[in-house]
Each structure stands twice: as structure tokens, then as C-alpha cells.
């Protein structure tokens, strides 16, 4: 199993929008709507913000949100703020009990 | 409230096994997945595997089949992971994440860093 495909980095200013790719396959990503999405700051464990797509765990602001179209998926944060700043990681549910986490993405705000 | 608590870090020779536990708290223990993933220094996420602690059930990534084990006690509501033949590309810090609706990870433990050095 492969990792998903995301690009390094990303960045906007406080307040614009920045949008992060997720890329897999029709055995992964493209197969089943069972994506998630997990930021990750500096030295601390990741933290489960999107799942299922585009769905919010309690407590997640709705300045994130998720969306997917044929193999790839993608993680929009709007308003950016500087808490923000962080790791961005992707994963996808590869059938047979198996999963595959994203490259990463890293996320500044300028 | 969910609570993962890991094992403290280890240092370990090439060549060498670590085992590393995760400590379950704060819900019913044999309803839920754990997994096990890992982070090499400034790397990415890596998915090693998990275990179902109602049923003992085990799933490893193809690349690290054979190597690592993974147990459960539900008496101590405890997972343990054990990776053999260890090399320097082990080196990591090591993540206990909860599986939630069979599909995702919602908690996570703190980390347990192992270094494999000569």
C-alpha cells in the first residue's frame, strides 16, 4: 500500500483560505468514502479533525471542511488563523482491515 | 474522557526488539480497535497495524509483516507492540490510536520515542 500523494506545503495569510490534495487510488481513496484528516503540531500527537469526507468531530470548527472527487480527496481551511500553523495529514481506508496515511502537508500562515 | 498512556523511550541496538504498551482508559476497552502508527524523524505518518481487543483480531502493513506483533490485555485494558530485528530505519516516535467506527483514528497517545543506535 502506497502512501497518499499531498503536497508539501501550503500557505496563506490570516483570514484567506487554503486548500490541501489528498491523492490515492481506485483502491483506496477512490474506493471508499472513509477519509480523515489529522493536523499535527510541532512535537504533539496528531489530532482527528475531519472523517468520513467532509464530517466535524465535536469541537472541530467548521473553518475546516472536506471534500473528495474520484481519487482525491481534500481539506479546505477558511479563515485562517495562526493556531492553524501545523502538519496536515490525510488517511483513507485500503480495504481488507488495512489503512494509508498522506506525505504531509505543511501548513503556514504568513 | 479518553486516556492513551504510552511507555517511556527506549534506546535499542541494531538488530535488537522493543515492545512498547499503551495503557487504555476512560471507555469500554473491548468495543474499540488500537492501532499502532509511527513517525520517523521529520517524516510522515506510517500505519503499522491493529488489533480488535474483544476478539484478539490482527491487521499489519504488507512492509512490516513478520516484524511487529501486536497484543492486548483486556484485564489491564493494555496493547502492547513489538517490533524484532530492529534497524536504524526504526527509529520513530511510536503512536497507540484509537480505531473509532472501525475506520478511523479519534485518540491518540503521546508518543513513545525509540532510537535504535550501536
Known amino acids: 500500500q502506497s502512501a497518499l500523494t499531498q503536497p508539501p506545503s501550503a500557505s496563506g495569510s490570516p483570514g484567506q483560505s487554503v486548500t490541501i490534495s489528498c491523492t490515492g487510488t481506485?483502491?483506496?481513496?477512490?474506493?471508499?468514502?472513509?477519509v480523515s484528516w489529522y493536523q499535527q503540531h510541532p512535537g504533539k500527537a496528531p489530532k482527528f479533525i475531519i472523517y468520513g469526507v467532509n464530517k466535524r468531530p465535536s469541537g472541530v470548527p467548521d473553518r475546516f471542511s472536506g471534500s473528495k472527487s474520484g481519487n482525491t480527496a481534500s481539506l479546505t481551511v477558511s479563515g485562517l488563523q495562526a493556531e492553524d500553523e501545523a502538519d496536515y495529514y490525510c488517511s483513507s481506508y485500503g480495504g481488507k482491515n488495512i489503512f494509508v496515511f498522506g506525505t504531509g502537508t505543511r501548513v503556514t500562515v504568513l | 474522557q479518553v486516556q492513551l498512556v504510552q511507555s517511556g523511550a527506549e534506546v535499542k541496538k541494531p538488530g535488537a526488539s522493543v515492545k512498547i504498551s499503551c495503557k487504555a482508559s476512560g471507555y469500554s476497552f473491548e468495543k474499540y480497535g488500537m492501532n499502532w502508527v509511527r513517525q520517523a524523524p521529520g517524516q510522515s505518518l506510517e500505519w503499522m497495524g491493529w488489533?480488535?481487543?474483544?476478539?484478539?483480531?490482527?491487521y499489519y502493513s504488507e512492509k512490516l509483516q513478520g516484524r511487529v506483533t501486536i497484543a492486548s490485555d483486556t484485564s489491564a485494558t493494555t496493547v502492547s507492540m513489538e517490533v524484532s530485528s530492529l534497524t536504524f530505519e526504526d527509529t520513530a516516535v511510536y503512536y497507540c490510536?484509537?480505531?473509532?467506527?472501525?475506520?478511523?483514528?479519534?485518540?491518540w497517545g503521546q508518543g513513545t520515542l525509540v532510537t535504535v543506535s550501536p
Open positions: 490510536a484509537r480505531l473509532w467506527g472501525s475506520l478511523y483514528f479519534d485518540s
Open positions: 481506485n483502491s483506496d481513496v477512490g474506493a471508499y468514502d472513509y
Open positions: 488489533i480488535h481487543p474483544g476478539n484478539g483480531n490482527t
